[in-house]
Nanobody
Framework: QVQLVESGGGLVQAGGSLRLSCAAS????????MGWFRQAPGKEREFVAA????????YYADSVKGRFTISRDNAKNTVYLQMNSLKPEDTAVYYC?????????????????WGQGTQVTVSS
């Protein structure tokens, strides 16, 4: 497993941008598929984006496609989520997740390492 720490959350107005970072420790980061999920109050954790271990394959939820971009820097053991054109409905705690795998999954059960989450609040 890897240890994950998210950062970059905050309060932003609708239409604004934020970039989330997830720093990983442990020797298996470059061998791990990575995902971003979010959870709003009273709702289930939902898939946002995922990236393969080599960074060549990415997946996005329909709700964020065209607005969010996932990327990774294996030299820095970090995965990013660039969020543009933010909407109030993007408000949630955002979590990054990892699993020793080539291709990422899009369900929470696929991942076995999780960060503590970072709050993103989008005001209207």
């Amino acid at each position: 497993q890897v240890q994950l720490v998210e950062s970059g959350g905050g309060l932003v107005q609708a239409g604004g941008s934020l970039r989330l970072s997830c720093a990983a420790s442990g020797r298996t980061f470059s061998s791990s598929a990575m995902g971003w999920f979010r959870q709003a109050p009273g709702k289930e954790r939902e898939f946002v984006a995922a990236i393969s271990r080599g960074g060549t394959t990415t997946y996005y939820a329909d709700s964020v496609k065209g607005r969010f971009t996932i990327s990774r820097d294996n030299a820095k053991n970090t995965v990013y989520l660039q969020m543009n054109s933010l909407k109030p409905e993007d408000t949630a705690v955002y979590y990054c997740a990892a699993r020793y795998a080539v291709v990422p999954g899009m369900t929470p059960n696929f991942y076995d390492s999780w960060g503590q989450g970072t709050q993103v609040t989008v005001s209207s």
